[in-house]
């Protein structure tokens, strides 16, 4: 591949990951498998060590996923929230290394036997459960702290609703230590998930995708005592070795299980790579009939000492590996396809299946992704055809099974007309997806663009899909400025709507003038743009006429950003439909600047433009709120405009290189920090007496 090529291809897969990284963490509502997560995940990884000029300290692959401040998400509940306190872990929370090749957990066994030159060691396999991740911290026997992982540095404090999961002891009994932590998963049985989902379709909510975001969203509801109702249950399996002393994880386990808590029992230790395949190969068809969920078995080499001497990356441990399974597969039979048309355009083809159970649900409609793959799959109407649930949460088509292709079996012909409002559909070179140009006369693209407007994680306004289909029936509301013009009046002559309806609906119309700059940006939709993505251009350009005005070299400049997504920005304002919405909002009284927002602290950091790189007390994204707040400019890439570099613990080689070569100071944390005027600070760590004693980024712990 060639230098340009790879550059524009790494920057895709980094927007890809990082979006799909908020779907899982924050929202619990991911759109994109594991599987096909973790593959995007390794081309990333291969491309950045093929051309490592490109490589960045803050690129996914060297980053572990966060859910921290998560808002409501596409499932969560009206009972979830924001706003979790948020401590520092005692020793950070790292992720697994993964594969799904037998082949890579020897070369895993390989590397640990020469990097531990003879010193005998064995293995511990465990199941790799797919729930939430949560660290218990017990003092004098008691349970005194539960966090989320977080960022891995910190996470959000649920206590109140960890006391109310019965599996977890309050108490514990026998010789424990007088303080430690222990690690493991929050999970939901499949029985307390369908449970769960029942009553909510009863309700008329949206159910939830599968049990780990169910887990998770029921983690951070407001109410403790529905926690207690949902049914979670809790299984430990790791002890930080810095926590506690023994000589094995396994000791270490079996003393926890000793003392009341809920440890895994289903762990085995193995002597070699035989035995490990043979624990795999067992619980490959065994875990279909456990109650919960589980996508994997974690491989780790046992004794402590040697953990030590095989040390860490700077995402995850070299004495612990994943191995994920293949998705569960079932095969039912093709009854139709529907092609849906999306808010941007895409046309998607979705299989109607005859049901089927699967991973725990009932499956009836999978993705086709494209014409492309519904070619390569040769699939006909009346097939019959094998479904994943990939990472065993969305369904796919796979394959067929050409035995039992009925002989009048349909071929079926991707339209050429967007199957909505009829204009021909164009396709892109580079493009994968057919797409409909009408995009603001297409029904469904209207919709959905009004939908994902008002949108929790967007503008906020109480108006689902029902709704909006009425405004646009009636014709009441057509694009997101048309909501703005409505009336009392005119809410009650539609059918089913009472006063206080109307009411509310006004009034969460008018509490959306309130909604921040980078929210307003998510909200108009602008191809590629996600929720990460307009926090990062909101706080770059500061407001919608600088961002407007933007050329493409001023967006590529810009962290997050890359060329495809630089060039929808563009061709998003050169559009003067879009720019004549912008007006209309900017009328009703929306905020297309920073005004209304966190106030500025000081202006000592005016005019300087600061890079940061490596790890920091706190979390990059609180850092370069900080510099914000004190009138600085957050920088993504040394150049002579830079005032200096803000390095933490690892800060990236190629910066400091760079910074030496150009002559731009090098600072520190606490001289940084020094620069600032005595104040409190929004987002500001709480002070060294406040901090988890012992606390320690240099020496990370699994889980």
């Known amino acids: 591949m060639e230098e340009k090529a790879a550059k524009i291809r790494i920057d895709e897969l980094r927007e890809t990951l990082r979006e799909n990284s908020r779907r899982y963490y924050v929202d619990n509502a991911p759109t994109m498998s594991d599987y096909d997560f973790d593959q995007l995940m390794h081309e990333l990884e291969r491309l950045e060590a093929e051309f490592p000029q490109f490589d960045a300290p803050d690129s996914p692959t060297h980053r572990v996923g966060s859910d921290l401040d998560a808002p409501v998400g596409a499932n969560a509940e009206s009972g979830a929230r924001q706003g979790f306190v948020q401590r520092a872990h005692r020793y950070p929370m790292l992720s697994l290394g993964n594969t799904y090749s037998i082949g890579e957990i020897e070369e895993f066994a390989a590397r640990a036997d020469k990097a531990l030159d003879g010193i005998p060691f064995t293995y511990s396999c465990e199941l790799k459960f797919d729930g939430t991740a949560i660290c218990l911290t017990y003092r004098d026997g008691k349970l005194v702290?539960?966090?989320?992982?977080?960022?891995?540095?910190?996470?959000?404090?649920?206590?109140?609703?960890?006391?109310?999961?019965?599996?977890?002891?309050?108490?514990?009994?026998?010789?424990?230590?007088?303080?430690?932590?222990?690690?493991?998963?929050?999970?939901?049985?499949?029985?307390?998930?369908?449970?769960?989902?029942?009553?909510?379709?009863?309700?008329?909510?949206?159910?939830?995708?599968?049990?780990?975001?169910?887990?998770?969203?029921?983690?951070?509801?407001?109410?403790?005592?529905?926690?207690?109702?949902?049914?979670?249950?809790?299984?430990?399996?790791?002890?930080?070795?810095?926590?506690?002393?023994?000589?094995s994880h396994s000791q270490a386990l079996d003393a926890a299980a000793s003392w009341g808590l809920p440890v895994s029992t289903d762990r085995r230790l193995c002597a070699?790579?035989?035995?490990?395949?043979?624990?795999?190969?067992?619980?490959?068809?065994?875990?279909?009939?456990?109650?919960?969920?589980?996508?994997?078995?974690?491989?780790?080499?046992?004794?402590?000492?040697?953990?030590r001497m095989l040390g860490y990356t700077a995402k995850s441990p070299r004495w612990a590996v994943a191995y994920k399974f293949k998705a569960e597969e079932a095969c039912t039979e093709l009854l139709s396809i529907d092609y849906q048309v999306g808010r941007t355009g895409a046309v998607t083809p979705v299989a109607n299946l005859a049901p089927v159970q699967l991973s725990g649900t009932v499956v009836?409609?999978?993705?086709?992704?494209?014409?492309?793959?519904?070619?390569?799959?040769?699939?006909?109407?009346?097939?019959?055809?094998?479904?994943?649930?990939?990472?065993?949460?969305?369904?796919?088509?796979?394959?067929?099974d050409?035995?039992?292709?009925?002989?009048?079996?349909?071929?079926?012909?991707?339209?050429?007309?967007?199957?909505?409002?009829?204009?021909?559909?164009?396709?892109?070179?580079?493009?994968?997806?057919?797409?409909?140009?009408?995009?603001?006369?297409?029904?469904?693209?209207?919709?959905?663009?009004?939908?994902?407007?008002?949108?929790?994680?967007?503008?906020?306004?109480?108006?689902?899909?029902?709704?909006?289909?009425?405004?646009?029936?009636?014709?009441?509301?057509?694009?997101?400025?048309?909501?703005?013009?409505?009336?009392?009046?005119?809410?009650?002559?539609?059918?089913?709507?009472?006063?206080?309806?109307?009411?509310?609906?006004?009034?969460?119309?008018?509490?959306?003038?309130?909604?921040?700059?980078?929210?307003?940006?998510?909200?108009?939709?602008?191809?590629?743009?996600?929720?990460?993505?307009?926090?990062?251009?909101?706080?770059?350009?500061?407001?919608i006429d600088t961002l407007a005005a933007a050329t493409l070299d001023q967006l590529r400049e810009v962290a997050d950003v890359g060329e495809i997504t630089a060039r929808a920005i563009v061709a998003y304002f050169e559009n003067p439909a879009h720019r004549e919405q912008i007006e209309r909002l900017r009328a009703a009284g929306l905020r297309f600047d920073g005004a209304g927002q966190d106030a500025?602290?000081?202006?000592?950091?005016?005019?300087?433009?600061?890079?940061?790189?490596?790890?920091?007390?706190?979390?990059?994204?609180?850092?370069?709120?900080?510099?914000?707040?004190?009138?600085?400019?957050?920088?993504?890439?040394?150049?002579?405009?830079?005032?200096?570099?803000?390095?933490?613990?690892?800060?990236?080689?190629?910066?400091l290189r760079k910074c030496e070569k150009l002559g731009?100071?090098?600072?520190?944390?606490?001289?940084?920090?020094?620069?600032?005027?005595?104040?409190?600070?929004?987002?500001?760590?709480?002070?060294?007496?406040?901090?988890?004693?012992?606390?320690?980024?240099?020496?990370p712990t699994l889980f």
């Open 145 to 247: 702290q539960a966090l989320t992982r977080g960022d891995g540095v910190q996470g959000d404090d649920v206590t109140d609703n960890v006391r109310r999961i019965a599996s977890i002891p309050q108490q514990l009994k026998g010789d424990f230590p007088k303080e430690f932590e222990i690690r493991g998963e929050i999970l939901m049985p499949y029985a307390a998930f369908d449970a769960l989902n029942r009553e909510r379709e009863a309700q008329e909510e949206a159910p939830f995708a599968n049990p780990r975001n169910a887990a998770s969203g029921s983690l951070k509801l407001t109410d403790p005592e529905e926690v207690a109702h949902r049914g979670l249950i809790c299984t430990l399996y790791h002890i930080p070795a810095e926590s506690i002393q023994f000589d």
């Open 664 to 699: 731009i100071p090098v600072v520190s944390e606490g001289e940084f920090r020094a620069m600032l005027p005595d104040l409190p600070e929004a987002g500001a760590p709480a002070p060294e007496s406040a901090q988890p004693s012992g606390a320690n980024i240099e020496e």
């Open 600 to 655: 500025a602290l000081s202006d000592v950091l005016a005019g300087k433009t600061i890079v940061i790189s490596g790890n920091f007390s706190i979390s990059r994204e609180r850092m370069k709120d900080l510099i914000v707040a004190h009138g600085g400019k957050a920088g993504s890439s040394v150049s002579g405009a830079t005032a200096f570099l803000l390095a933490g613990t690892k800060p990236g080689p190629e910066k």
């Open 402 to 543: 050409p035995a039992h292709r009925p002989a009048d079996a349909a071929q079926p012909v991707f339209p050429d007309k967007c199957p909505d409002c009829g204009t021909p559909l164009v396709k892109a070179e580079a493009e994968a997806k057919w797409f409909c140009p009408n995009q603001d006369g297409c029904p469904m693209q209207i919709k959905g663009r009004l939908l994902h407007f008002v949108s929790r994680k967007a503008m906020d306004i109480l108006a689902g899909e029902m709704t909006v289909d009425q405004f646009y029936e009636t014709g009441l509301a057509r694009t997101p400025a048309d909501l703005y013009d409505l009336t009392k009046y005119q809410l009650l002559s539609l059918e089913g709507w009472q006063d206080r309806a109307a009411e509310r609906f006004l009034e969460s119309l008018e509490a959306s003038k309130q909604v921040p700059f980078e929210r307003v940006l998510y909200a108009l939709g602008i191809r590629y743009v996600g929720e990460t993505t307009a926090k990062v251009l909101a706080r770059h350009f500061g407001d």
């Open 364 to 400: 009836k409609r999978a993705t086709l992704n494209n014409a492309d793959q519904m070619a390569l799959l040769d699939i006909r109407v009346g097939d019959w055809v094998f479904v994943e649930k990939g990472g065993e949460i969305i369904p796919k088509i796979t394959g067929i």
């Open 272 to 307: 070699d790579i035989a035995q490990i395949k043979e624990y795999i190969d067992h619980w490959d068809t065994a875990r279909k009939f456990l109650p919960y969920a589980t996508d994997g078995i974690v491989v780790k080499i046992n004794e402590l000492a040697c953990q």
